[in-house]
């Protein structure tokens, strides 16, 4: 009796130990867990806390690349108002030498004289010859400086312009740069920015990216404003006319590209 009691209690015993054991080895488990769960709760949080202080630096240089868009779009417009004014005065200019011309053309069908070709002037961008007659009186003589004072200011207003021309394609060249800038910065921002969620991403680019093809339009429309003053002055250049005044005596001005 005593007996069978003793090994019902040993058994009972060596189950409680084995029950420990494995509430023990259950605890151990878990406390291996609880440590991988805070481990990896730490390492969202860090990744959360970059994130948050990756969103804030790329609205920061979403803001500057805002700012500097802002600011182009000015200084384009405000070229755009120069160059226009530019072309208003250089096409008030030409429309004025072309009625001067003109004006002089009308005196073609006076009487003929015969006539000596002289040269009587030059210009480092092109050479005026003028037809005189032998007896050539006061009279004669000072219309003939008058003529070559009025072509040398035309001259003088075709290198302004020119001059013009350079600065306009040299400010075009300025223009181009800053975009290829803007270009490369928003570039960056996108290799910064390739591991952020996509609604982060997509959240101002799109209309950076639209606002930069509206810049690059307006470097193309430069690029045709350029061409068509260059035509312009390309055909000031070709000016060629024979002027014969109420006197009898007969002008051939021409303009001559000197290279």
């Not at 312009?161 to 400010?171: F, G, R």
């Not at 429309?221 to 003053?229: S, T």
């Amino acid at each position: 009796m005593h007996l069978t009691t003793i090994r019902a209690m040993e058994k009972d015993l060596d189950l409680v130990k084995s029950d420990t054991k494995r509430l023990k080895e259950e605890t151990e488990r878990m406390m291996k867990a609880k440590d991988q769960t805070c481990s990896k709760i730490f390492d969202k949080q860090k990744k959360i806390a970059s994130l948050h202080n990756d969103s804030s630096t790329l609205s920061q240089t979403l803001e500057l690349i805002i700012q500097e868009r802002v600011n182009t779009s000015a200084k384009l417009q405000k070229k755009k108002t120069y160059y226009a004014k530019i072309m208003e005065d250089m096409n008030a200019k030409l429309q004025e030498q072309q009625d001067w011309i003109n004006s002089h053309k009308l005196n073609t069908n006076a009487g003929k004289l015969g006539l000596v070709e002289t040269k009587t002037g030059a210009h480092e961008e092109g050479d005026i010859r003028v037809k005189t007659s032998i007896a050539m009186d006061p009279k004669t003589h000072r219309m003939g400086q008058e003529t070559n004072e009025k072509y040398n200011d035309i001259m003088t207003k075709l290198d302004g312009s020119k001059a013009k021309l350079e600065e306009i394609m040299t400010n075009k060249s300025k223009l181009v740069l800053e975009n290829c800038k803007i270009k490369k910065s928003i570039e960056q921002l996108k290799c910064r920015t390739a591991s952020f969620p996509p609604a982060l991403i997509t959240m101002d680019m799109k209309a950076l990216e639209e606002e930069h093809k509206a810049l690059l339009s307006d470097n193309a429309a430069e690029v045709e404003y350029f061409q068509c003053l260059q035509h312009r002055i390309e055909q000031i250049k070709g000016i060629s006319h024979v002027i014969k005044c109420p006197c009898g005596v007969e002008y051939k001005v021409e303009l001559e590209n000197s290279g």
